[in-house]
């Protein structure tokens, strides 16, 4: 029987970000972009949310919020996952350190950083939402803060 041996046919092992994280700067890195993904995952579908009369008229709204967020979700994926993985949720994440593919110690901070994006991501929302005195300068770091996001 004829064995075939050959360097480029070796298994492919998947080669999440966190596997390699030996350094701060790594974990650091792969907190933020988690921190992005999941500020832009809470940001962008609670956003579409928000009622227009437009939609209302055409009966398209719902259609609206879940193309918003289906869109969203995979923009998130594109961004962060070839940084981190692009979980954006702590539960995908509980379940990547379930089958392996995680060590408890990226995940304590995989999971600490979705957290804080998606309160922030909240925050921002509320932020845009509240009609302040200076609602253009609102309006601007609301603004701000989604394109930073978007263009991680």
């Not at 492919?12 to 890195?29: H, T």
Request: charged letters at 10%; proline letters at 2%; glycine letters at 6%.
């Amino acid at each position: 029987m004829l064995q075939h041996h050959c360097s480029s046919h070796k298994k492919f092992k998947l080669n999440f970000g966190a596997l390699r994280s030996k350094e701060w700067s790594d974990i650091i890195r792969l907190c933020i972009a988690e921190f992005l993904c999941t500020m832009g995952l809470v940001v962008i579908p609670c956003a579409a949310a928000i009622e227009s009369p437009d939609f209302y008229i055409f009966h398209l709204y719902r259609f609206h919020q879940a193309l918003c967020y289906g869109l969203s979700y995979m923009m998130t994926i594109v961004i962060a996952g070839h940084v981190s993985g692009g979980q954006c949720n702590p539960s995908v994440t509980i379940c990547c350190f379930i089958f392996g593919l995680f060590r408890i110690f990226d995940v304590l901070f995989y999971i600490l950083a979705q957290l804080i994006g998606a309160i922030f991501g909240a925050l921002v929302l509320k932020i845009k939402e509240v009609e302040l005195s200076s609602s253009l300068m609102t309006f601007l770091l609301a603004n701000e803060l989604l394109c930073l996001s978007l263009s991680f």
